[in-house]
């Protein structure tokens, strides 16, 4: 395969893998992993309220890694308020499970990285014995992408399995009681498996890369010695 061929790949890969460490931190930085419908049951039972008056008890929440907001409504009109999972919620939840989805992050995007300076790397044509090639590059792309992988199936598993949203909207709550009508992943969450679909190109690339295309080779015309020649 044409040198310069191989080094498109790895710039694309350099590229994307640059890409996918800036979508995991914007995911990491904005508070739109999940939206959801509330609805203020104490509320709404305090005055025996009938299908078209629910309106007036259901409110919004959305939240992310390290905080987010709600509207409230209980019959006196929408109260907003934020909120912040460290260092209070965060007690509320799965502590362990929701520390772990942050690590996994971190390591994805460090990994992402680590991919984008062996790319570099091989680009240059600098000599690295350890890992140096399409291996070392698919290697880095397995790991980052599964640890994106690993963190978007945690997080889904807290909101489905330890009612993480349900949690969060009752924080603080001493009077009314909230239940969750819906829920919904947000972008935040998308940026997330998009990186993780990143990676699983990295590596559909680093395949690419090691196929060997072959090349054409020029024939050397056959020289006829003769006897006459030799004597000349």
């Known amino acids: 395969m044409p040198g310069c061929f191989k080094q498109t790949l790895f710039a694309l890969i350099a590229l994307l893998s640059f890409a996918s460490f800036i979508l995991i931190l914007v995911a990491m930085g904005t508070q739109k992993w999940m939206t959801g419908k509330i609805l203020c049951k104490t509320g709404a039972e305090l005055v ?3 299908d078209p008056e629910l309106v007036k008890f259901m409110g919004e929440i959305y939240y992310g890694l390290f905080g987010g907001g709600k509207m409230r409504q209980c019959g006196l009109g929408g109260r907003r ?4 999972i460290f260092p209070h919620l965060v007690k509320k939840l799965n502590t ?6 942050i690590l996994f992050l971190c390591v994805a995007f460090s990994f992402a990285l680590v991919s984008l300076g062996f790319c570099i790397l091989n680009i240059i ?3 690295y014995r350890a890992i140096k090639g399409p291996a070392g590059i698919a290697l880095w792309n397995l790991i980052a992408g599964s640890f994106a992988v690993l963190a978007t ?8 399995w330890h009612n993480l949203t349900e949690r969060i909207a009752n924080f603080r709550e001493n009077v009314f009681q909230f239940v969750v009508l819906g829920e919904q992943y947000e972008y935040s969450f998308w940026l997330c498996v998009a990186s993780a679909t990143i990676h699983g190109v990295n590596l559909l690339l ?3 890369s ?3 295309f072959p090349t054409r080779k020029t024939k050397t015309e056959e ?3 003769t006897a006459e020649d030799i004597m000349y």
């Open 48 to 50: 025996n309220a009938t």
């Open 81 to 84: 308020s934020k909120f912040r």
């Open 96 to 101: 362990a499970l929701h520390v772990v989805i």
């Open 125 to 127: 044509k600098v000599p």
């Open 153 to 160: 199936t945690s997080f889904m598993a807290a909101v489905k």
């Open 206 to 208: 680093v395949a690419i």
């Open 210 to 212: 090691m196929i060997h």
């Open 223 to 225: 020289v006829n010695v």
